[in-house]
C-alpha cells in the first residue's frame, strides 16, 4: 500500500505549530455578550430564594436567568434541570446565569445575587447511595421521562440497573476450588482538557439558532436541543472548529443548552459561555467514579469457572450519560475472559457529586482496575505467573461474552499474541521482582483488556467528496479534530482507495451540522470505523461516477477501466487515460459540447445487528467487535519511603491494521499516558459538605513532563473484516490497562493489596498501616 | 474603571492599547490585539498555554498584567516564523489537540535560545511549566532534543 | 485577569514608593505592595486578595542587586527567583527555590513576593532562616535591618506600609554544606507534602521546614534534639519530632500523620547528608 500506514503528517499541523488554528473561544464575534454562571457552593442543599435586585442593577448586565420554567434535560433521562431549582444536588451546580457586556461586569452582578440554602445531607458515595437510609438525591425519579431501556428504581437512589445473568452460577462456583474476592473504590476525577469548554450561542431574526461549540457531538446538540425546547431542529445550525483535546467529556450537552437559554434571554444576540478552569472541572461534568465488588472462581488450573460482580457507578447528581456507562460496564464486565457463569449487578447510583461524562474508555479502565487486581489476587493464591494466568482464560474466536455474543475471527483480535508480545516486549523472562539496593526494588506488573462500543445500535455516519477544478477532491465528514487525527487518516485512506496523492485531498477540518454529512458522535474509537466505511462507499460512488464519463471519453466499456494518480485510464493501455480535471466537472468536446457534470460522492455506514440487552439476563449485541490488550508497567519503588517512579510502560493492542504510524502510536502513548496520570495521582477530594478541594490545575494535577516513563508500544494484526482496511478502534485502548498494571506492580512492590486510586504513597502507606 | 493607554511591543511592532490595570496581557492579546496563539488554560498560571516571551524568556501570559508590559519586548507563536521547534514538532508528532502546542513552542524556542547546551535535567525544568494532556510527552522529548540538535549543528 | 478595578503605580524609589502607599492609605485605597504580582492576579481572581491601590515595586533598583558587600551576600527582594538561580550566588537558595512552582512562572515570582506571599509555603524563606540572613526593610520610618529570626514568625512581621527590599547573608553560609528536598503528594509536580532545607556550620545542623504546619519554620528545640550528642540517629530524630509546632497540616496533600512518616524519613536523608549529633 502507498499510503495506508504512512506517517503522514496532519493536515492541520501547520495551523498549530504558528497559532493559527482556531478554536471556540478564539472566534470574535464583535457584539458577543458574555454569560456568566453562578455555581452552587454546596453539594446537596435546598434553594430557598434567590434574590437578583441588586444585581440586576450592575451596569452592563442584559439579563438574568434563574431555572423555573426550564424543561428537564438528560440524554437517557431527563432528570436535569438545565439551572438548579428547587435544590442544588451538586457543589458547582449551575444555579443562574447572568448576561453581561463584558465578563467583568457579569462576574460582579453574579456576586450580588444573594441565594439562600439549607444545607441538606450529603452522598458521597455511590455505595453509601445504595444503602436502605441514605438520603435521596432524586425524591421523584418515577417520574422522570426517559428512554425505554432505563431502569430506574424509585424511591432510591438507582437511576439505571443493568444484569447480566449468564450460565449457572451454582454449577461455576462447584466447579471451583479457588475463589478470591476484593472491594475496590475511587472518586470522580476530571478530563482536564486543555481547552475549557465553550459555546456561544445567537438567535438571528429569522429565528436560525446558531451555536458555535467546543464538541465532540455538535449533532447531538442540534437534535437535543431541538427535542428538549421544541425547536425546529432544521433552524438549529451547530459549527464546532478545532477541539482542544475532549476525551469524552465534550460528548455530553451542556454549555450549549446554557448559552441558547442566554441568547434567547436577550433576544437572540450573541451570548458565550466560556468556561474558567474551576468551573470546568466544578460544573461540567467529570470522570465517573467506581466502588466495585469482583469475586472469581477457579479451578486448580487456573482456568476461570465464575466471577460475580457489582458495580455501584458514581453517576453523580444526574444520570445524563452515566446510564450508558453503567451498560458498557456490564456488558464487558468479566475483562477478556472466557467465563461460563457470570452474574453482574451494575447500577448507575445518584450521588451529590458533579454528574459523569464518558471518559476515554468509557468505562472500561475502571472496571479493568477491579477485575485485573482480582485476577492477580487469584494468581497468587494459586502460585501462578500473572500472565500464565491471562493466558490460560483469554477470549477467543469460539467464545461467548457476557452478553452472550460469540466471538469469531472477525469481531475479537488475538489476545493470546498479545500476551505472547508484551512478554518479549517488558522482558518478563527477567521476572516481575529486581532488586536494586537494599531500598530500591524495580516490579513490573501485568493486565489486560477489551473492549466493545457500545455506541447507539443506530448511529449513522455519512462521508461527501467533492472536485476542485484541478481535480483535487474535497472530503466532508461529520467527525470533529479532537486531536486525534482522524481526518488526516481518512485522507489516507481515500488516497489509497483512489490512488492519488494524499496532499491532493483537502480535508474540511471543522463541522457546521448544516453542510457537513452527520457522523452521530466522535465517541469511542469510532470515528475510522464508520466514517470510513462511509468513505469507501464514498470513494465507489466517485469511481463509478468517473469510469461513467470516462467511458464515453475513452470510448471504452467501464469494465476495462482502472483509475490512479487522479487520472482514469484504460487497463491495458494506461496511454489512453483521462484527467480528473476535465471530467469532475463534466467533459467539453473541442466544439464546446458538454456531457456528464460536476460529480459529488456519497457514502454512508450504519452499524448492523446491534439490539438492546435483555433486562432480565443482559442478552444482546452490544457492539460490533472487541479490540483487546496486554499492559505491563514498571515501577522503581522505594521500601523505605513508600514512593515510586515510572519507569516503563508497555501496551501490544490488537489494531488490525496501523492507518498512520506516528498517529497511531501517539494515540496509544497518550492514552496510556492519561491512565498513568489517572492511577497515580488525579482525582476529586471533596469536604463534608461534598464541597470540591481541588478545581485547579495546580491542585489537581495531570502528568508532566519527566514524569512519565519510557513507553513501549507493539501491535498485533487481526483485521476487522467489517472496517476500512480492517482496521480496529485504537484511541482508547493504551489507557485501560494502566491503572490495573499499575496497581499489580505496585501491590507486589509494597507487598500489600491496593483497592483504591489514585495510587499515591500516601495511600500505600495507610494500606500497609492498615488504615484504609 | 482605572484605564491606561500604553504601549506594547510585540512581534516587532509597536501597539498602542487602552487596558483596565487588572487585564491581563493574555486578555489584552487575545482579544485586543488578535493574537489568540497564547490560549488560556487555566488563567492561573498552572498550564503554560498561554506562554509568551517577555525579553526572551517564556512567560505565562495570564500571570502578567498587559501594564507590567510597557517596555518589554514580547513575543507571541504569532511571532515566529519557520523556527526549528515549530518544524520539530510537526515532524515529531509532537501534538495532538493542539491547544497546549504554542505555549510549548515558545518555552522551547527560548530554551534553545537560552540554554543551547541543555542537558535531559535542564529540559526537564523548563517543561515542566506546561501541561500537555494528549501526546506522552515522549513526543515532545524528541522535537526538543532534535531541534536542540539541530541548533547546535546551525 | 481581576474583577475589581484599582489604581496602578510603578514609583522608581522606595521612598517614592512608601509615599504612594501613604497617599493611598489615607484614601481608604487599601493599597497594596506588589512584585512579581503571580500571587496578586491568582488569588485576586477569586476574590481572595482586594486592593484600589497597587504600588508595583519590581522597578526599584535597590530590589534588583546581586551584590556582595562587607562579607555579606546583598540580594534584592524583587529579583525572580530564575535571576537568583541564573546568578547562583547562594547554592542552598538556588536549590530551594527551584523546586518552587515551575520555571516559567519562577521567571515572574520574585524572591520578597515568594517570602511575603499569602501562599503559606513561602519556601524561598528556608535558606534564610538557616542562615540568620539580615532582611531589610523600608517603610514610613525609613530603612529598618533586622536579623531573621527577630522579625520572621511564621510570616515576615511587616509594619504597615513597610516592604522587604533586600536579604543580606554572612558569606560564610554561602558555602557551607547543605541539602534541599521538597517531597510532594506524588511524583515532581505540585506544593509541597514537606520541604526541608538544612545547613551545617560550626558542627551543628540547622533545620528548617515548610509544608509541615501552615507556616515555614525553624525550630531551635529540634536542633538541639538532632545535635544532642547522645542516642542512635534514629532516637534524636524521634526527640526532634517531639518539638514540632503545631497544628500540622491535615489536608488534600496529605494527613498529619502522613507529614511526620514523610519527615522522619526525610529527616533520615538529612542525617545521611550531613551526619549530625556526633563527635568528629
Known amino acids: ?113 444573594q441565594i439562600q440554602y439549607e444545607v441538606l445531607p450529603v452522598v ?7 444503602q436502605q437510609n441514605s438520603p435521596l438525591v432524586h425524591e421523584h425519579l418515577g417520574e422522570y421521562e426517559r428512554e425505554k431501556d432505563v431502569y430506574p428504581v424509585p424511591g432510591t437512589n438507582i437511576a439505571h440497573h443493568v444484569k447480566i445473568r449468564k450460565g449457572n452460577m451454582e454449577k461455576g462456583w462447584g466447579e471451583s476450588s479457588v475463589t478470591v474476592e476484593g472491594d475496590y473504590s475511587f472518586s470522580p476525577s476530571d478530563h482536564a482538557a486543555m481547552e475549557t469548554r465553550s459555546s456561544t450561542a445567537e438567535i438571528t431574526p429569522d429565528g436560525t439558532i446558531k451555536i458555535i ?67 470546568d472541572m466544578m460544573m461540567s461534568p467529570s470522570h465517573i467514579g467506581l466502588d466495585a465488588k469482583i469475586k472469581i472462581g477457579a479451578d486448580h488450573s487456573g482456568v476461570i469457572k465464575a466471577m460475580e460482580i457489582q458495580f455501584l457507578w458514581d453517576g453523580g447528581a444526574y444520570s445524563d450519560k452515566a446510564i450508558d456507562l453503567t451498560r458498557a460496564g456490564a456488558v464487558d464486565c468479566t475483562g477478556p475472559y472466557k467465563v461460563d457463569h457470570v452474574w453482574c449487578d451494575s447500577y448507575c447510583m445518584y450521588t451529590n457529586h458533579t454528574y459523569a461524562a464518558p471518559f476515554r474508555g468509557f468505562s472500561h479502565s475502571e472496571l479493568s482496575f477491579a477485575v485485573e487486581r482480582t485476577l492477580d489476587l487469584l494468581a497468587k493464591k494459586l502460585n501462578m505467573d500473572p500472565l500464565e494466568l491471562r493466558e490460560r482464560n483469554a477470549i477467543q474466536p469460539g467464545h461467548t461474552t457476557p452478553t452472550r455474543v460469540l466471538l469469531n475471527q472477525s469481531n475479537v483480535g488475538n489476545l493470546q499474541e498479545c500476551i505472547s508480545k508484551l512478554r518479549t516486549l517488558i522482558r518478563w523472562e527477567e521476572g516481575p521482582v529486581r532488586e536494586i539496593n537494599e531500598r530500591l526494588v524495580r516490579v513490573k506488573g501485568v493486565s489486560c483488556s477489551w473492549k466493545t462500543s457500545t455506541i447507539d445500535s443506530n448511529a449513522p455516519s455519512g462521508v461527501i467528496l467533492t472536485f476542485n477544478r484541478d481535480g483535487s477532491i474535497n472530503l466532508m465528514s461529520g467527525v470533529v479534530e479532537i486531536g486525534t487525527g482522524t481526518k488526516t487518516v481518512l485522507a489516507q485512506i481515500l488516497a489509497e482507495k483512489l490512488k492519488m496523492d494524499v496532499d491532493k485531498i483537502h480535508v474540511r477540518m471543522t463541522v457546521d451540522t448544516q453542510t457537513t454529512p452527520e457522523h452521530w458522535k466522535t465517541v469511542a474509537s469510532r470515528g475510522i470505523y464508520m466514517a470510513g466505511r462511509a468513505l469507501l462507499e464514498a470513494a465507489d460512488d466517485v469511481i ?141 477530594y471533596y469536604d463534608e459538605f461534598g464541597r470540591v478541594l481541588n478545581p485547579q490545575l495546580r491542585t489537581y494535577r495531570p502528568i508532566r513532563y519527566g514524569e512519565n516513563p519510557e513507553y513501549l508500544v507493539d501491535f498485533v494484526y487481526t483485521p476487522d473484516l ?48 492498615g488504615n484504609v | 474603571m482605572k484605564l491606561h493607554t500604553i504601549q506594547l511591543k510585540i512581534n516587532d511592532e509597536q501597539q498602542t492599547v487602552t487596558v483596565r490595570s487588572g487585564d491581563t496581557l493574555l486578555y489584552t492579546i487575545r482579544k485586543q490585539l488578535g493574537l489568540t496563539g497564547a490560549k488560556p488554560g487555566c488563567l492561573n498560571g498552572d498550564c503554560g498555554a498561554c506562554t509568551i516571551h517577555v525579553d526572551g524568556w517564556p512567560m505565562k501570559s495570564c500571570l502578567m498584567m498587559a501594564v507590567e508590559g510597557e517596555g518589554k519586548q514580547i513575543t507571541t507563536i504569532e511571532g515566529l516564523k519557520d523556527t526549528p521547534i515549530q518544524q520539530a514538532f510537526v515532524q515529531h508528532f509532537a501534538f495532538q489537540c493542539g491547544y497546549c502546542t504554542p505555549g510549548f513552542i515558545m518555552n522551547g524556542h527560548s530554551l534553545l535560545q537560552k540554554k543551547p547546551d541543555a542537558d535531559d535535567s535542564t529540559i526537564k525544568e523548563w517543561l515542566e511549566s506546561n501541561i500537555c494532556r494528549c501526546t506522552s510527552y515522549s513526543e515532545i522529548e524528541k522535537a526538543i532534543k532534535f531541534a536542540l540538535e539541530k541548533n547546535k549543528s546551525s | ?26 484614601s481608604g485605597k487599601e493599597p497594596m505592595y506588589i512584585s512579581g504580582a503571580t500571587e496578586f492576579l491568582t488569588l485576586g481572581r477569586i476574590n481572595q486578595v482586594y486592593t484600589e491601590a497597587a504600588i508595583d515595586v519590581k522597578g526599584i533598583p535597590e530590589g534588583k542587586v546581586i551584590q556582595f558587600d562587607q562579607g555579606y551576600l546583598v540580594l534584592g527582594a524583587n529579583l525572580t527567583l530564575t535571576e537568583l538561580e541564573e546568578a547562583n550566588v547562594f ?109 551545617k556550620i560550626d558542627r551543628k545542623v540547622r533545620v528548617a521546614i515548610s509544608g509541615l504546619c501552615p507556616f515555614p519554620f525553624r525550630s531551635n528545640e529540634m536542633e538541639d534534639a538532632l545535635n544532642n550528642l547522645e542516642g542512635s540517629p534514629q532516637e534524636k530524630i524521634q526527640n526532634a519530632l517531639a518539638s514540632i509546632p503545631s497544628p500540622i497540616l491535615d489536608d488534600v496533600e496529605g494527613s498529619s500523620e502522613y507529614r511526620l512518616f514523610v519527615l522522619q524519613n526525610l529527616l533520615l536523608d538529612v542525617y545521611e547528608a550531613l551526619k549530625f549529633g556526633e563527635r568528629e
Open chain 1, 213 to 279: 461549540t467546543s464538541s465532540q457531538a455538535p449533532f447531538m446538540v442540534k437534535q437535543l436541543i431541538a427535542s428538549y425546547f421544541d425547536e425546529d431542529i432544521g433552524k438549529i445550525v451547530v459549527d464546532t472548529p478545532l477541539v482542544g483535546g475532549a476525551y469524552g467529556g465534550k460528548a455530553s450537552v451542556q454549555l450549549e443548552i446554557l448559552a441558547y437559554l442566554s441568547s434567547r434571554a436577550v433576544g437572540g444576540r450573541a451570548v458565550e459561555i466560556f468556561n474558567e478552569r474551576e468551573q
Open chain 1, 722 to 769: 467489517q472496517a476500512a482496511y480492517g482496521a480496529r478502534g485504537v484511541g482508547e485502548h493504551g489507557l485501560l490497562g494502566m491503572p490495573s498494571a499499575l496497581g499489580n506492580a505496585l501491590s507486589l512492590a509494597a507487598n500489600v493489596s491496593l483497592h483504591h486510586l489514585p495510587l499515591t504513597p500516601e495511600l500505600i502507606w495507610k494500606t500497609k498501616a
Open chain 1, 544 to 684: 463509478a461516477q468517473l469510469k461513467e464519463i470516462a467511458s464515453i471519453v475513452l470510448r471504452a466499456p467501464i469494465e476495462d477501466l482502472e483509475v490512479a494518480h487522479m487520472k482514469v485510464f484504460t487497463r491495458d493501455d494506461p496511454r489512453i487515460s483521462v484527467d480528473f480535471k476535465d471530467i469532475c466537472y463534466g467533459y467539453q468536446y473541442p466544439n464546446g459540447n458538454s456531457i456528464g457534470g460536476q460529480i459529488i460522492g456519497r457514502g454512508n455506514f450504519i452499524l448492523r445487528h446491534l439490539s438492546h440487552l435483555d433486562p432480565e439476563t443482559g442478552e444482546g449485541n452490544p457492539g460490533p467487535e472487541w479490540t483487546v490488550a496486554a499492559y505491563g508497567v514498571e515501577v522503581e519503588f522505594d521500601r523505605r519511603d513508600l514512593t515510586y517512579r515510572l519507569i516503563k510502560a508497555a501496551s501490544v493492542i490488537d489494531i488490525g491494521i496501523v492507518l498512520n504510524e506516528k498517529a497511531a502510536l501517539g494515540q496509544v502513548m497518550g492514552a496510556m499516558s492519561m491512565g498513568l496520570s489517572f492511577a497515580g495521582r488525579e482525582t476529586f
Open chain 1, 1 to 113: 500500500m502507498e499510503v495506508i500506514g504512512k506517517s503522514v503528517i496532519r493536515k492541520e499541523a501547520q495551523d498549530k505549530v504558528t497559532g493559527q488554528a482556531q478554536y471556540t473561544h478564539d472566534y470574535h464575534t464583535s457584539k458577543k455578550l458574555s454569560g456568566r454562571v453562578v455555581l452552587s457552593p454546596y453539594g446537596h442543599a435546598r434553594i430557598l430564594s434567590i434574590d437578583t435586585t441588586d444585581a440586576r442593577k450592575v451596569p452592563g448586565v442584559r439579563a438574568i436567568i434563574t431555572g423555573e420554567q426550564l424543561p428537564l434535560t438528560g440524554e437517557s433521562m431527563r432528570d436535569r434541570p438545565p439551572l438548579a431549582t428547587d435544590k442544588v444536588r451538586y457543589h458547582g451546580e449551575a444555579v443562574a446565569i447572568v448576561v453581561a457586556d463584558t465578563p467583568n461586569q457579569g462576574d460582579l452582578a453574579a456576586s450580588l445575587i
Open chain 1, 124 to 130: 458521597h458515595t455511590p455505595t453509601q447511595a445504595f
Open chain 3, 1 to 26: 485577569m481581576l474583577p475589581f478595578s484599582f489604581e496602578y503605580e510603578r514609583p522608581k524609589s522606595f521612598q517614592e514608593a512608601v509615599t504612594r502607599f501613604q497617599q493611598a492609605d489615607q
Open chain 3, 91 to 199: 547554592p542552598l537558595l538556588t536549590s530551594t527555590s527551584k523546586q518552587i512552582a515551575d520555571h516559567t512562572a519562577r521567571g515572574k515570582i520574585t524572591l520578597g513576593g515568594n517570602i511575603c506571599g499569602q501562599i503559606f509555603y513561602r519556601e524561598a524563606v528556608l535558606p534564610l532562616l538557616l542562615a540568620d540572613s539580615q532582611m531589610v526593610m523600608v517603610g514610613p520610618e525609613g530603612v529598618k535591618v533586622k536579623p531573621i529570626n527577630e522579625i520572621f514568625y511564621e510570616r515576615l512581621l511587616l509594619q504597615k506600609g513597610e516592604f522587604l527590599i533586600q536579604v543580606a547573608t554572612d558569606t560564610r553560609y554561602l558555602h557551607a554544606p547543605f541539602i534541599s528536598i521538597k517531597r510532594r503528594q506524588q511524583w515532581d509536580t505540585g506544593y509541597p507534602l514537606i520541604t526541608i532545607a538544612a545547613l
